[in-house]
């Protein structure tokens, strides 16, 4: 085994895994730091659950080793004292109030000062005139706001959320990204399981993206929005009558893959970060240039072109807008 980074929280190396003759992970790596806020993506069938359930202990790899902290948690009780976990059922009890089902946890959690600590959560997460309701009349948000109290009950380390705003209206799917943002603001490390690209793209700093068992995409979400192989700049002449010509000579640069001229702009993909050559040869060539705007991939984008790219189906035109919404599980 390799030695541990211990500037990570969290570390995959090589994971496999397969059941009943189908390969589900297939050698997948990558790893978190500590304090990060990580969103781990993909659609049906990924095998997000399964790498969920591999490095919460619950399943093994066939092959490789999934840490946290440092140690696997089918054997590490001690690291597993310092996980927090946040299914979508929330993990609580109908019938006992907010403030019972805190209660109850922290009795297992064996966590000192309760009622302290419980008055601190139950005001944290917006529900301190509730806690002496019962859980089973809440509603959906006000669930998932108890359910996140629970998770961070006993201060842990690192917390997994699994698609912690679904079935949210946006209201409170707003409310789950304040708390993940304040939350991360504690050195919290964060491990997002999710296939909202909105949630992710807002709280996230780092992303993999999984499809067929493997990391198609594995970086920050910067890099990644830049591009690959650069980037892409939409270039405004001080006249557009001077667009053909304009082009021609763009196209003559080594550092340009391609341009589109449309509606008085010109669109210019580079093959390196290499905009500022592209102005200084329209300038030293006479060109009055307007404006020149440097464009960015969106995470819907990225996501979309890795899953094209991978082999995914997503051929209705109203995928992305489903899958923002949050309906592409897996």
Same mark, same amino acid.
Not at 24 to 46: Q, Y
Not at 102 to 121: F, H, N, P
Not at 146 to 162: M, S, V
């Given at each position: ?78 690291? !597993? ?45 917006? =529900? ?131 341009? =589109?001229?449309?509606? @008085?702009?010109?669109?210019?993909? =580079? ?22 705007? !440097? ?19 997503? @051929? ?15």
């Amino acid at each position: 085994m390799n030695e541990y980074n211990s500037n990570n929280s969290i570390e995959v190396r090589s994971v496999t895994k397969n059941f009943q003759g189908s390969q589900v992970l297939d050698g997948i790596s990558f790893s978190v730091g500590r304090g990060e806020v990580f969103g781990f993506l993909g659609p049906n069938g990924a095998g997000k659950t399964t790498t969920l359930r591999i490095l919460l202990g619950l399943l093994r790899p066939d092959s490789g080793e999934a840490l946290v902290l440092g140690k696997s948690l089918d054997t590490a009780d001690a690291q !597993r004292k310092r996980v927090g976990v946040l299914f979508e059922n929330n993990g609580l009890i109908d019938r006992f109030t907010a403030r019972e089902n805190l209660r109850y946890y922290a009795e297992l959690y064996e966590v000192s000062d309760i009622e302290k600590r419980i008055s601190e959560l139950l005001e944290y997460v917006g =529900l301190s005139d509730r806690g002496d309701d019962l859980v089973g009349i809440f509603s959906t948000g006000m669930k998932r706001k108890l359910g996140l109290a629970r998770a961070i009950l006993h201060k842990p380390d690192i917390l997994f959320l699994d698609e912690p705003s679904s079935g949210l209206d946006p209201e409170g799917q707003k409310m789950v990204h304040d708390l993940i943002v304040g939350l991360s603001g504690q050195s919290m490390t964060i491990f997002l399981n999710s296939h909202n690209l909105d949630e992710v793209s807002r709280v996230c700093s780092k992303v993999a993206i999984l499809h067929h068992g493997t990391i198609q995409a594995y970086d920050s979400i910067e890099r990644l929005r830049a591009g690959p192989s650069g980037s892409e700049i939409t270039i405004t002449l001080s006249d557009p009558a001077l667009g053909d010509r304009a082009v021609a000579m763009i196209n003559a640069l080594p550092c340009v893959t391609s341009t =589109l001229q449309e509606h @008085g702009h010109i669109k210019v993909t =580079l093959s390196g970060q290499s905009g500022s050559a592209v102005l200084e040869a329209l300038i030293t060539g006479g060109f009055g240039v307007e404006e020149a705007v !440097r464009q960015k991939r969106t995470l819907e984008e990225i996501y979309l072109d890795v899953v094209r790219e991978a082999g995914g189906i997503l @051929g209705n035109p109203e995928s992305v807008a489903i899958q923002e919404k949050g309906s592409v599980k897996g």
